[in-house]
């Protein structure tokens, strides 16, 4: 078969942060193509640059074997490349064929809705969707509306389909009917690319896979005739060796997470019935696939929000879920959250406001009336040296122009300044390098030496295999199993999608 | 950088904008004084065009410095610097305080309301009145505070609409019981002497102490305080500064009340030095300016002070040129809103940069 889209070499960097390096992806026509990886692998960021939403800084991008340039989603949508996002591109307010229209314009409105309303038609009855093009959109279901994006798509005419993460809003049946019926789009002559990260569909509806990982396409073979073991390893790499650090002691228990629930504003349930238990001195690890409540765990954990029912109690404080934050900072709970400049970080202010301000309250600073900046400028300095945070010209200069590895040894440096029992890191090293990433994960260490607690949540399964003496995997807003150190790479993988 | 498609490409090259990472404060500065000049340059072309050439513009602008004339600039300002000081304390914190006038019209009700019940003694009267003005002022705000926790009604709506609610009310205490039972005017009894803010010397209202003090005032809660310092974290990042245990929700209470204080005693000043009575329009018109001030101070109240005096600078200027000029109103208050766009575009060149690519 022919190939439809091919893209070679694409490069993309956002502010110095390498997203592709080189990555390289054909799809053929009649075919259902899966793009696997792990969270942050870069398989939007490619598809972006095939939609024309994302300007590549290197590489070359040709449809049907013709080298084409993309100067923006209305040339991609020109050259037959429909791409159906995650989030989806809806007016709410408006109806199915009012939405369609605005994404494939005619010059008048009102015969264009009588030609777009046909061409909905006709499309809905190949597909066997049940949409009407008169109904609002703000009326649909999720899975209504993916239907309404997937008709836009093809009434614009694409010949290649791009859908990403498409099932990670539907229940498992809508799931599995959407993929029949995209894979019987395939079979008519489309070519289909299936962004995932779910081992399963891949298995059971893509006639082909390219595996991504760290922004670079690593594999591209017939998942029918490879293993999910061979999949697996693909997708989250190979192991790499082990920091040094004593045997854990078997402290008593520090932390206990019980019967967690927590409901989405969305009425979606991410925690459901989380329970587990840390000992000081412990490591605990927490992995799964990514969308599986542990955001929302974390968040939690540092008080972000407020769960539904269940508690976290912590040893010779009792259960704080829902406590003030003072109360959590007294009982030295160490926050390092993912999303740094969301929840860690204030970026527009000094370097040292942001290592004084969890220490105000303390009267460190001075009092109410009078704050002592000297202390905060002078403590600043010594945290900046202590914690190797590089790039800093003064202690007066703005977070946000720190590195984000440098950025997260700030963050580390302030929470780690009184001595933490428990520490909740989310995604510590997301976006290091190699160099940042060793220095974060030896500070957790040495946490952990000191008799602290630590959660350690990641999606990045190397990280939680060489630190955690014990891992939980999570699924579905649940610890869906336990395993000690040293755990078996290939079960935890396993245990991650059986249940995704 | 954020690079998003090219906005167009016809031949010429296209135009790009790039988020700027950083800025010094002195090109900051450069880029809201060129555009400010740039604003009144615009309106001194309005002003020739409407048959006031430059040159007696700006012999007007001097003779406003002349001794008699800057008495009538210090008492204008006074209420001014107070407003501004009002709004930019809320602005600090992302609180769309645009219910000044209704705050400085509870400030004037409740220091009448001292005055007409005749509570305390003749020595502390003027404090007392200052007090219960601020009180007024402060309780009129802390009610949208209430809406918009309670029931999330949205800050902006519920201050400006409370405005009216504010001025009814007025009408109704102006046109019922505290009508002046003498003239009969909708307006309250004169204030008696000892209930004047009269004059320090110079032919100074001391109206203008209590600006100043209120700059003070303001200038440490922000500068110096731990409030201030809380008060950054909460504008730059609210999500992260409840994380890393500041009391956000105290903090916000007590910076969004002293913003009510200050419209309250500017409502205070207005009653007790320059019309010497409750009437119906002593709030008239201060919002527009108290936006306008923590707009050009960028939210500094000790820059606030300057751009206060230099705003009744331009409505003393503005008085004379109605008066001998024949100028209306509305042309000052277009001038006025001119350089506020004018700032106001000013801002969007500090946070990009604008590129020509060919």
């Known amino acids: 078969m022919a190939s439809a889209l091919k893209l070679v070499g694409i490069r993309k960097s956002f502010d110095g942060a390498l997203a592709l390096d080189g990555a390289s992806f054909e799809s053929r026509a009649g075919e259902v193509h899966a793009l696997l990886g792990e969270n942050g692998a870069g398989k939007s960021s490619l598809m972006n640059v095939a939609a024309g939403l994302y300007a590549p800084d290197a590489g070359s991008i040709s449809i049907d074997g013709v080298p084409i340039a993309l100067s923006g989603p209305a040339a991609a949508r020109q050259h037959g490349i429909g791409m159906v996002h995650q989030h989806f591109k809806l007016v709410k307010p408006f109806t199915v064929a009012e939405n369609v229209l605005l994404a494939n314009p005619r010059p008048h409105f009102a015969s264009g809705i009588r030609n777009i309303r046909a061409a909905i038609e006709k499309q809905v009855g190949e597909l066997k969707f049940s949409i009407d093009p008169d109904r609002r959109i703000e009326t649909m279901t999720v899975a209504e509306q993916q239907q309404v994006e997937i008709v836009k798509v093809l009434v614009g005419g694409a010949k290649i389909l791009i859908l990403d993460e498409p099932t990670a809003v539907l229940t498992d049946a809508e799931a599995v009917g959407l993929l029949e019926i995209v894979q019987r789009l395939a079979r ?168 004084a301000v969890a220490q105000i309250r303390s009267g460190r600073y001075g009092g109410l009336i009078k704050l002592d900046r000297a202390a905060m400028r002078r403590d600043a300095a010594t945290a900046v040296k202590d914690y190797d945070v590089q790039g800093v010209r003064s202690v007066g200069q703005k977070a946000s122009l720190l590195s984000g ?77 336990e395993f000690e150190r040293p755990a078996d790479r290939q079960a935890i993988g396993r245990a991650m999608v059986d249940h995704g | 950088m954020i690079s998003p498609a090219p906005a167009a490409s016809r031949g010429l090259g296209r135009l790009t904008l790039d988020v700027r990472q950083d800025l010094s404060p002195w090109k900051q500065t450069a880029f809201v004084g060129s555009s400010l000049v740039f604003g009144l340059a615009i309106s001194l072309a309005i002003l020739a065009a409407a048959g006031i050439p430059p040159l007696t513009l700006a012999s007007e602008l001097a003779a406003v410095l002349t001794a008699e004339n800057l008495r009538g600039v210090l008492v204008q300002a006074a209420p001014l610097i107070l407003v501004g000081l009002g709004a930019s304390l809320a602005f600090r ?75 009814y009310f007025l009408f109704h205490l102006l046109y019922g019981a505290w009508q002046d039972a003498k003239t009969a005017f909708p307006q309250s009894s004169p204030l008696r002497p000892f209930e004047r803010l009269g004059d320090i010397g110079y032919g ?45 929700q105290a903090a916000t209470l007590w910076i969004i009340a002293a913003s009510g204080a200050c419209s309250g005693l500017a409502g205070f000043v207005n009653v007790a030095s320059q019309e010497g009575r409750l009437t119906q329009s002593y709030a008239n018109g201060y919002v527009f300016s108290g936006v306008l001030i923590a707009f050009l101070s960028r939210n500094d109240p000790v820059v606030v002070a300057v751009v206060g005096f230099l705003i009744a600078v331009l409505f003393i200027t503005g008085q004379t040129l109605q008066v001998f000029y024949q100028i209306p109103l509305t042309m000052v208050q277009m001038i006025e809103a001119i350089i506020v766009m004018a700032v106001a575009s000013s801002e969007f060149l500090i946070r990009h940069r604008i590129r020509w690519l060919r």
């Open chain 2, 204 to 248: 100074i209202n001391s109206g203008l102490l209590i600006a100043i003090a209120g700059v003070l005032a303001a200038g440490w809660l922000i500068h110096l305080s731990r409030i201030g310092f809380y008060t950054r974290f909460i504008s730059a990042n609210p999500r992260m500064a409840k994380i890393v245990g500041v009391p956000v």
């Open chain 2, 93 to 167: 914190i992302g609180f769309w305080n645009l219910g000044i006038e209704g705050q400085m019209i509870f400030g004037g009700i409740f220091a009448a309301a001292i005055s007409i019940y005749d509570v305390g003694p003749q020595a502390t009267r003027l404090l007392l009145m200052g007090s219960a003005a601020a009180l007024g002022g402060a309780l009129w705000v802390l009610l949208v505070v209430f809406l918009k926790r309670r029931f999330r009604v949205n800050e902006i709506i519920a201050t400006l609409l409370l405005n009216y609610v504010a001025m």
């Open chain 1, 188 to 355: 008519s002559g489309t070519a289909v690319v299936l962004v995932t990260h779910k081992l399963q569909d891949v298995k059971r509806f893509a006639d082909a896979v390219t595996i991504m990982r760290g922004g670079k396409t690593v594999a591209t073979l017939d998942p029918r005739k490879s293993s999910a073991e061979e999949l697996t390893e693909l997708t989250v790499g190979q192991t790499l060796p082990l920091p040094v650090r004593t045997p854990h002691q078997g402290g008593p228990t520090k932390l206990n997470v019980g019967a967690l629930c927590y409901t989405r504003g969305d009425g979606r349930t991410m925690l459901n019935n989380t329970s587990f238990h840390i000992r000081a001195g412990e490591i605990y690890g927490i992995a799964g696939v990514s969308g599986n409540g542990q955001a929302e765990l974390a968040e939690a954990l540092i008080g972000a929000i407020e769960p539904s029912s269940g508690e976290i109690w912590l040893d010779g404080t009792g259960d704080i879920s829902r406590a003030s934050q003072a109360k959590r900072r007294e009982a030295a709970i160490a926050a390092i959250p993912a999303d740094r400049y969301t929840y860690a970080l204030a970026g527009s202010l000094p370097i040292s406001d942001n290592l």
């Open chain 1, 405 to 481: 590895g440098n950025a997260q040894k700030l963050v580390i440096a302030r929470e780690f300044s009184r001595q933490p029992q428990v520490v909740v890191a989310h995604s510590p090293s997301r976006g290091l390098d190699a160099r940042a990433c060793a220095a974060v994960h030896q500070r957790l260490i040495a946490a952990r030496e000191r008799g602290a607690a630590i959660v350690l949540i990641s999606e990045d399964l190397d990280e939680v295999l060489s630190l955690s003496d014990r891992i939980g995997v999570m699924s579905r807003g649940a610890i869906v199993g």
